[in-house]
């Protein structure tokens, strides 16, 4: 498996995914609604600043596994905070995709001079995702309640993580 810089032709690949996930309802709270479009925009190009970045985890046969895109998590006073998100196709779950695509999000972090990585909306009831995060350094520094609704459980916590950069 290898972390690559995403490209434009990439977004076929990473569009089934993006929809699968978001269209679910269980971890994130994007749109639902979105057209392919606005999700393209929004995650290939996750902000204006010249440091954020969209990468893609492919197999040896140039599969796209997963995607991050990464950014800094505030303009001005809070750009020295990073944020990213992650998708990961459900076919590849569970392979060390989501890990690897973290791990090189880290490493982005500190060669671009943050100070500490923020994971905004972390849905509480999302066990694999927390539980990954956390093995890799994260701590959950709050949880606001019932600010997720779960199509299942209901209204839900988003746990605000952070990790901080040597």
Not at 2 to 29: C, G, L
Not at 88 to 101: I, S, T, Y
Request: proline content about 8%.
């Amino acid at each position: 498996m290898q972390i690559r810089n995403a490209t434009a032709d990439d977004w076929p690949a990473i569009w089934p995914f993006f929809h699968d996930i978001v269209t679910a309802r269980e971890t994130y709270t994007y749109d639902p609604e979105l057209t392919e479009e606005q999700a393209r925009a929004m995650w290939m190009t996750p902000s204006s600043s010249p440091l954020a970045r969209t990468t893609v985890a492919v197999d040896a046969d140039g599969t796209v596994l997963g995607s991050a895109n990464m950014y800094p998590n505030r303009p001005g006073p809070g750009a020295h905070v990073a944020s990213a998100s992650f998708m990961v196709d459900g076919k590849a779950r569970g392979k060390g995709v989501g890990r690897l695509l973290c791990e090189d999000m880290i490493a982005w972090a500190g060669r671009s001079g943050f100070r500490s990585i923020q994971f905004n909306a972390v849905v509480e009831t999302n066990e694999p995702a927390v539980h990954l995060w956390q093995s890799l350094g994260f701590r959950i520094a709050g949880t606001v309640p019932e600010t997720f609704d779960h199509p299942t459980l209901g209204y839900v916590g988003l746990h605000v993580m952070y990790r901080p950069l040597p």
